[in-house]
């Protein structure tokens, strides 16, 4: 599993069975007769989660003071995750930035990365921390 991977699972994007039941339910509900087809003609739904609010309360209930809208650092310690530089050379990798060094302009270009990925997979973040 890759590190990016680790931080959609910390942050309740890889509960697939979650998400299964709710797809479910959701389809139940919408139209009981057609159940069986849809499941089978549908696109699967993407779940937005609410990253600015789980950050927000991980932050709220931690005893440093991590600054996760601002540093990738930050971000994975808040998360439980190795910041070393080699765990962030690794998911730099994973985010299409090469030659990566540790520089703090490439730390901010991976920080903003991240955070558009996890918007691109349903994650609810405000677009000032995307720009």
């Known amino acids: 599993m890759g590190i ?7 942050l309740g994007f890889g509960d697939d069975e979650k998400q299964e039941e709710q797809a479910a339910a959701e389809e139940v509900s919408a139209a009981p007769e057609a159940s069986e ?15 600015t609010a789980k950050l927000d309360d991980l932050a709220a209930n931690n005893p440093e003071d991590l600054d996760w809208k601002v540093s990738i650092v930050d971000l994975m310690k808040l998360l439980g995750l190795d910041s070393s530089y080699g765990h962030r050379k690794e998911l730099a990798g994973e ?9 703090a302009e490439q730390n901010i270009a ?22």
Do not use: R
């Open 110 to 131: 991976l920080h903003k990365a991240v955070l558009v990925k996890l918007a691109d997979n349903g994650g609810n973040i405000p677009a000032d921390l995307l720009d």
């Open 95 to 103: 985010m299409g930035i090469e030659g990566y060094e540790g520089t």
């Open 37 to 51: 087809n849809l499941a089978e003609t549908s696109e699967p739904e993407v779940v937005v989660v609410d990253v």
């Open 4 to 10: 990016f991977s680790s931080i959609m699972n910390k």
